[in-house]
């Protein structure tokens, strides 16, 4: 597998509380990216990162932030989780656009 | 954006027999199509990949088939077993990389 940890692997927590979710990559890969897996959707990226303290929107980003100070670290912040938030998120890397994405396992995160 | 549909969203095969999940796109300026498969409790694991400027492409049991014209492209896994059980996602890159929603692939001993 990718050298890729996602932490926490689970968590459940309240509705308004704030929540960071991060991703840890050995690869030295230059792109991160966040998605977020829900029945009926499929994946959809919520924001990438093309560098350190590069980030930029994907098709789902409303109340969510992201950041990364360094290469190997993507974190991911609902800074006042909401109940629709409720999802499996996965992190993913690659090298270059051109690449292919590699994932990690994912975070089950429950918003009560 | 890119849109990516799949099709049939579950497939039941007896072992032994072959599956095919086919894929459609609407961008025709998408030039790069994975697959990944996707186990319970797992992340999304690339299994084999296209671009544009190929039509197929074979990697042991399994194999994928592009046409641009129609925009589709297709995955054939030959010889299933029970560990090809799984979700397998299609996705298409134009700009960014847009997923299928997913098939459910089941393998009945």
């Known amino acids: 597998d990718a050298g890729i940890t996602q932490s926490p692997r689970h968590k459940v927590t309240e509705t308004g509380t704030p929540v960071t979710l991060r991703c840890h990559q050995t690869?030295?890969?230059?792109?991160m990216y966040w998605y977020r897996q829900d029945p009926g959707h499929g994946l959809r990226l919520i924001h990438y990162s093309y560098g350190v303290k590069d980030t930029d929107k994907g098709e789902v980003s409303d109340g969510y932030s992201v950041s990364r100070s360094k290469t190997e670290d993507f974190l991911l912040t609902l800074e006042s989780a909401t109940s629709s938030q409720t999802s499996v998120y996965f992190c993913?890397?690659?090298?270059?656009?051109?690449?292919?994405?590699?994932f990690g396992d994912g975070t089950r995160l429950s918003i009560l | 954006g890119e849109n990516v549909e799949q099709h049939p969203s579950t497939l039941s095969v007896q072992e032994g027999d072959s599956a095919v999940i086919k894929c459609t796109y609407s961008?025709?300026?998408?030039?790069?199509f994975p697959w990944y498969k996707q186990e319970l409790g797992k992340g999304p694991q690339l299994i084999i990949d296209?671009?544009?400027?190929?039509g197929e492409k074979k990697d042991q049991r399994i194999a994928v088939t592009l046409n641009k014209t129609a925009k589709h492209f297709s995955l054939h896994i030959t010889e299933t077993q029970p560990e090809d059980s799984a979700v397998y996602f299609c996705a298409a890159r134009s700009l960014r990389l847009a997923f299928g929603k997913g098939n459910q692939v089941v393998v009945i001993p």
């Open positions: 993913a890397i690659s090298e270059s656009t051109d690449q292919p994405q590699h």
């Open positions: 296209i671009r544009s400027n190929v």
């Open positions: 690869e030295n890969h230059r792109y």
């Open positions: 961008d025709s300026a998408s030039n790069y």
